[in-house]
């Protein structure tokens, strides 16, 4: 299931223990809009093994300040304890973010 995360949210979600992806994007951006549907089927395919989210960069300052959000589409992948385990910026294939979602459930 694909999760709207907040900067009220994020806390709570970064504490459930479990692997979190966070894609930074906004409506307005084109290549946001190229792998939303990618995003979606990775949250399908592993729900209940990790935390798939998306944080809109217009409406969340506090998340996009915090880990320097520059270029948009960023996804993060964060460890189960919560540390930045890599992130992909830009468009790429299912591949490469699958891969990075297997990394974290080593």
Do not use: H
């Amino acid at each position: 299931m694909l999760r709207t995360i907040t900067d009220e949210n994020f806390n709570e979600v970064l504490n459930e223990g479990k692997p979190l992806v966070l894609d930074f994007w906004a409506e307005w951006c084109g290549p946001c809009r190229a792998i939303a549907p990618i995003i979606s089927e990775l949250a399908s395919e592993y729900d209940g093994k990790v935390i798939i989210g998306k944080v809109n960069v217009d409406e969340n300052n506090s998340l996009v300040s915090q880990y320097g959000i520059r270029s948009i589409p960023t996804v993060m992948f964060f460890k189960k304890d919560g540390q930045i385990a890599d992130k992909l910026v830009g468009v790429a294939a299912k591949t490469a973010f699958a891969g990075k979602i297997k990394e974290l459930l080593k």
